[in-house]
């Protein structure tokens, strides 16, 4: 029993940082139907440049700050630099050429940092929290809360604000969306300063437990990807929901299973959701997509 | 009161083909202006150029004594110049009324964090932006339809939809394209309606429209386009009555590749 609920707190911790990628897909998705898959980078990003800022002497939060401004920016600058000049290109461009920018960052983090794997102290220290038999590191409570605060804010940023209404209108339609008035390219550039600080976000959170390199973005990405997938593309709850998913399966898996099977359980979801669920658990369906 | 909107020498060549060459008129406040042609005269093309869709090749968009010439649209917009398709642009996967409520976008536009919070004054804009939604959609006789997902109106109802989401930016000039196309006669009358109470407003008025008598009955001006060339302008009796836009309808020289509308 006690071994179960570890499973399933390590099942949590995990899902919450693939829960933040996946809420992450979910904003440029939104605004664009493109599914960027250089969002596992903002994630090692924040972790690198957290960890840089750190051991060139920064306090831990103002290091964790200036990572997730500057993965903003990066994001921004991705916008600008090989997304808006294809402006009007199928969405499968795009999102190949986001695959290339994901290679992209992950060579050039490769040679402004290096090829080591960094960590940087947990935020409220390293003590296990013991819970029923089963041990909780505080970090894990720090991701976690992190994941449901950023679905929190971003559920109201798009049901409440009328700029989140814009860029759902932008994604719905571009050309109508600019006739009432909504400036488009800002909506663009918002979404990817918005996707890649809650990429950052979830790198500043998790390196503490997970470790980070420069080649950790991909794995993100992926497992992201899935979460995003099962619980419906574009939605704030099905990314939690679906994260989290991935999370504990994937926890369950190497725990019962073999730890060697572990990242194969992503992918089995991917498959299995593509088969028989296409529109995942809360995804919009595709006949009001006209 | 001088001119709202002044189009002058407007010009778009696609590939070699003059699409629009040299269309110059000019629309005041309360005006309803009618652009008229056989297919393919160019009416939907100026339409663009007029509204920041297509940049211009030649010519000036003047509004309010300010060029605006290749303006993009949401900025256009924003100086109270709003339009419809002919081939609809509406949001298809909203409910009737979220797509009028993105009309109010400029107007009930507040800082995020307000929203974000459900402040009063967050709360207070979206019920005015609603409430403002829910008014238009009865003007055009949608109020029934207000929780329906715009994907599934007919296309006369999105036509209506479209009319709406354009009247609450409050603009000074609305451009309709076709309103009337796909509507049954007692639609079209209340279009009419519509369009007239509008002008009656202060609002200057540019119509594309197909449907002969709802352009003879409303229009104060006429400009018949052929070609992609002004040939004609003038009140409705004038226009009728010239022998080069009756050439132009019934193709009297030019055989049988023009339908007559």
């Not at chain 1, 409440?160 to 339609?173: E, I, M, Q, W």
């Not at chain 2, 009416?43 to 090749?57: A, D």
């Not at chain 2, 909203?94 to 919070?117: C, F, I, K, S």
């Not at chain 2, 979206?126 to 959609?137: I, T």
Request: proline letters at 4%.
């Amino acid at each position: 029993m006690s071994e179960l609920l570890q499973f399933l707190f390590s099942g949590v911790t995990i899902g919450a940082v693939y829960a933040l990628v996946a809420l992450g897909f979910t904003i440029i998705y939104n605004a664009s139907d493109v599914v960027n898959f250089a969002q596992g980078e903002f994630v090692m990003l924040g972790g690198m440049i957290t960890w840089f800022a750190h051991a060139a002497g920064l306090p831990l939060p103002l290091a964790a700050l200036i990572a997730i401004a500057a993965t903003a920016c990066l994001g921004v600058a991705m916008n600008k630099l090989m997304i808006e000049p294809a402006r009007g290109a199928p969405v499968v461009s795009l999102i190949i050429i986001t695959i290339g920018a994901s290679i992209f960052i992950e060579g050039a983090a490769q040679l402004v940092f290096d090829k080591q794997i960094h960590s940087f102290p947990a935020f409220s220290g390293d003590a296990p929290i013991r819970v029923g038999g089963a041990t909780i590191l505080p970090q894990s409570l720090w991701v976690t809360g992190g994941a449901i605060a950023v679905f929190v804010g971003l559920w109201l940023f798009f049901t409440r604000t009328l700029l989140g209404r814009a860029v759902l209108a932008t994604s719905n339609n571009r050309l109508a969306a600019q006739l009432v008035g909504i400036n488009t390219t800002f909506v663009m550039t918002l979404s990817f300063a918005l996707s890649a600080a809650i990429g950052a976000l979830a790198g500043v959170l998790a390196t503490p437990i997970t470790l980070t390199s420069y080649g950790v973005g991909i794995g993100f990405a992926l497992k992201g990807f899935a979460g995003a997938m099962l619980g419906g593309m574009g939605n704030p709850k099905g990314a939690l929901v679906g994260g989290f998913a991935i999370g504990m399966i994937e926890a369950l898996t190497a725990g019962y299973l073999s730890s060697q099977y572990k990242d194969a359980a992503a992918f089995v979801v991917i498959l299995a959701v593509l088969f028989f669920l296409p529109q995942g658990l809360f995804g919009r369906t595709s006949t009001d997509r006209v | 009161m001088s001119d709202l909107l002044s189009i002058e020498g407007l010009g778009i060549t696609f590939g070699g083909l003059k699409a629009v060459h040299d269309v110059s008129f000019r629309v005041r406040p309360g005006e309803i202006v009618s652009v008229i042609g056989p297919n393919g005269a160019g009416k939907t093309t100026l339409f663009n150029m007029i509204s920041g869709v297509y940049r211009p090749g030649a010519g000036r968009v003047v509004l309010e004594g300010d060029d605006v010439t290749g303006m993009e649209p949401h900025l256009l917009a924003r100086r109270g110049m709003s339009r419809t398709f002919q081939n609809l642009q509406i949001f298809p996967s909203m409910t009737a009324l979220e797509n009028a409520v993105t009309g109010y976008h400029l107007q009930e536009r507040g800082p995020v964090l307000a929203d974000l919070l459900g402040l009063p004054g967050a709360r207070a804009r979206a019920r005015r932006a609603e409430e403002g939604a829910r008014a238009l959609l009865a003007r055009v006789g949608l109020e029934r339809a207000a929780e329906r997902a715009a994907g599934n109106l007919s296309y006369g109802s999105l036509k209506r939809l479209e009319i709406a989401r354009a009247l609450a930016l409050e603009p000074k000039v609305l451009l309709l394209d076709e309103p009337a196309a796909g509507c049954n006669a007692v639609e079209t009358e209340e279009i009419d309606h519509l369009i007239a109470e509008v002008a009656a407003s202060g609002v200057a008025i540019l119509l594309v429209e197909h449907d002969m008598k709802m352009v003879m009955r409303i229009s104060n001006h006429i400009v018949v386009l052929d070609h992609g060339e002004k040939i004609a302008e003038g009140d409705p009796a004038t226009v009728s009555r010239n022998p080069a836009v009756i050439a132009a309808y019934l193709g009297v020289e030019e055989g049988q590749d023009h339908a007559h509308g």
